[in-house]
């Protein structure tokens, strides 16, 4: 069950990235992509980010997840694939001489901040 | 507010991997991460590999990946060798060894006297793959009882291996089972590996699995 060590390196890597004066407390959503080669089953992930969250110090924050397809160009003719099946062989010239393109790692991808409404802050810009 | 960021969720992990490599590096050790299923078979391999690799004066180790029991340590310790058992429980139970875990065990080994460090992950071709521990190599062992369609269905652990070691060929005469279908499918996730069938039992292919070893270390 690697989802479980990945939602927390997910907490941190969030905690890590907020801006000094943005809480966490604040944090509605929290987007990551993750590489279909690394089997990251998105409704465990979610399960489990859910799960742990409540204990953190981000309760509101919502996970979405987005899987990359798996895409190689062959170092032999140079075409570039994506994978449907995990065959690791050009297409073209039957070359298993590919290189992985994208679809391997997992990465935080954008975190969205609720703006409390400040009513010491609320006049600036409006007539 | 949207807060674009683009971070790798596993930096923390990759960085206690890099300091794991630099003490290898500083002490010339040559570190092999062993990956299988749960019972492929990897700790009799092991147990049958060291008295080969200590034949030819190569000093070893081994850190025991296990989620709770000691039992593949014990079975280690007629070898002689120091064997640091590596539990996950502590750490939440996690199928896999993780680089923080190596380092842990590292405080219980004397790397100047050593050549070889064996890391036996947790028995799981899912998450052991996912992770670098700072190891010069990765091998999974796959044995002639798991069927063939194992390498398709777990792709990324036969991508990051070197070598393949099908395991309990000693069985594969007796099992419905085509060999030459499971190399051709360890050979369609990554071309070139190298793929070594093995025995136990018999003792097949031991030699050709220790001379890999040897060259590389
Ligand atoms: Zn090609």
Known sequence: MHELYIAQSILKSVQKSLPEDVRAEDVTQVRVECGQLDAVVPDSLIFLFDAIKAESNMPQAELLVEQIAVACVCKDCSREFEMELPVFICPDCQSGNVELLRGRGIRLTGITVNEPEDENHGHTGHP | ?217
């Open chain 2, 1 to 217: 507010m949207d807060i674009p960021v683009i971070r790798d969720v596993l930096e923390e992990s990759n960085a206690l991997a890099k300091e794991n490599r630099a003490r290898f590096d500083e002490h010339k050790l040559y570190v092999v991460n062993i990956m299988s299923s749960p019972g492929s078979g990897k700790t009799t391999l092991l147990s049958k590999t060291i008295p080969l690799l200590q034949q030819r004066g190569l000093r070893c180790a081994v850190i025991e990946g296990d989620i709770t029991s000691t039992i593949d340590s014990e079975r280690l310790q007629p070898l002689g060798i120091p064997v640091v058992q590596a539990n996950t429980e502590p750490f939440g139970g996690d199928c896999h060894v993780g680089a923080h875990l190596v380092q842990a065990a590292l405080k219980y080994l004397d790397l100047s006297a050593l050549d070889i460090l064996f890391i036996e992950n947790i028995g799981n071709l899912v998450c052991p793959a996912e992770f670098y521990l700072g190891e010069n190599r990765k091998v999974v062992v796959l044995s002639t009882t798991e069927g063939e369609d194992k390498p398709l269905k777990y792709p990324l652990m036969f991508r990051e291996c070197s070598v393949c070691l099908i395991s309990k060929m000693d069985l594969a005469p007796h099992l419905d089972i085509d060999v030459a279908q499971i190399t051709s499918n360890i050979r369609k996730t990554n071309a070139q590996i190298t793929v070594l069938p093995v025995s136990s039992k018999t003792g097949e292919g031991l030699d050709a699995w220790v001379e890999w070893l040897v060259k590389k270390s």
